[in-house]
């Protein structure tokens, strides 16, 4: 998910939607969600909308041609290990206007669904060197500036506010309209205030601003 924003510069959304709140309660997280976040149009690049799908019994709807979604066996290798049969697996779906691509989590190898429209793909694609050190090796390395980070954290933060809004939406289990500029929720001011939160200790205030 962070190369996905990093590449395509998603930064904050404007609207979250909860469609699917299984159970939800105010004293801790529902046993299944959907949210729908909606990031509006960057420079040369059109509005994406991302929906993000956890818990069990909570799958999106697939293509035919994805496959079994019950197991990892035909997803790709991640870093040439075959990922173990597991049920209700991670696992991501990448909508373009010519080409769907799955994958597993994290960093492992997209496919394309239509396998016969992987020959039109362009080859002057973006060229982003791959590491050979794992996640948390890169990591520390990155710290001693050994590696440049696989996920720095000017992507990371900005990735964790996104979701952070996507728990307001949970907590409040309402469609959140939100202010990329002032940094406020523009439809609800509960969760506005949920947002900001108490006001921080005098000389810490501008650890609590969003990026």
């Known amino acids: 998910m962070d190369g996905f924003h990093q590449f395509l510069k998603l ?16 004293l801790f997280f529902p046993q299944a969600s959907t949210l729908e976040f909606r990031f509006p149009a960057r420079d ?3 509005p994406v909308k991302v929906t993000w799908y956890d818990g069990k019994q909570n ?7 994805y496959g079994n979604i019950a197991t990892r066996k035909d997803i790709p290798t991640v870093d040439g290990r075959v990922m173990p049969a597991q049920e209700l697996p991670a696992g991501k779906e990448i ?4 080409w769907t691509f ?6 492992s ?3 394309i669904l239509e396998k016969e429209k992987a020959a039109d793909l362009p080859k002057d694609l973006l060229d982003y060197p791959r590491n050979p050190t794992n996640h948390y090796a890169n990591f520390l390395k990155a710290c001693k500036g050994l590696e440049p980070c696989l996920s720095p954290f000017e992507v990371a933060a900005p990735l964790s ?4 809004l996507g728990v307001a939406a949970q907590r409040f289990h309402a469609r959140l309209e939100f202010d990329p500029i002032k940094k406020e929720i523009t439809n609800h001011e509960a969760a ?9 200790r005098k000389g810490w205030e501008s650890f609590y601003q969003l990026a």
């Open 161 to 164: 506010q996104v979701f952070c």
């Open 11 to 26: 930064g904050l959304p404007t609207e979250i939607t909860p469609l699917r709140l299984d159970g939800h309660n105010p």
């Open 95 to 98: 909508y373009g206007k010519d």
């Open 192 to 200: 506005n205030q949920w947002l900001r939160g108490a006001p921080p």
């Open 59 to 65: 799958h999106p709807l697939v293509p035919s041609s």
């Open 102 to 107: 799955k994958g597993h989590s994290h960093g």
């Open 44 to 46: 040369s690049m059109p």
């Open 109 to 111: 190898t997209l496919s």
